[in-house]
């Protein structure tokens, strides 16, 4: 999903709902940062298969209101142990909470440098909710 030009979450969350209710596959959801914050918001209404979140931006200092909650899936979450944008403190709590599966890596925010890694975690989420053959 391209969000540029939408720096409104909520308007994001209306953008994704609006083009995966369209959709007549089983729907993951997957995001990374914000983009992890909107697919959480969005799956009350959409009711994906699974979720999975790199670094989601969940707890945020001043927008604790905003983390979804309503979120009824399975979720994988994925988060560098050195993030400075978002506190790996906010994805343990958020994984607590939901009883998601967190994954905590030797990254930053980005992630970049474990690209393989996340892959080898979502083809195992996706084979996990036969989304894979």
Known sequence: MDYRGLDDPAARVRKLIEQAEN????????????????????????????????????????????????VACATVMVHGWHDDIVPVENSIRWAREHRAALHLLNSDHRLEDRIDDICRLLQGFLLGLGQLA
């Not at 914000?34 to 707890?59: D, E, N, Q, T």
């Open 23 to 70: 959709l007549a596959a089983p729907v993951v959801l997957a995001g990374s940062s914000m983009g992890g914050h909107v697919s959480a918001a969005a799956a009350s209404r959409l009711k994906p298969r699974g979720l999975f979140l790199l670094a989601p931006a969940f707890y945020m200092k001043g927008f604790e209101e905003y983390t979804p909650q309503d």
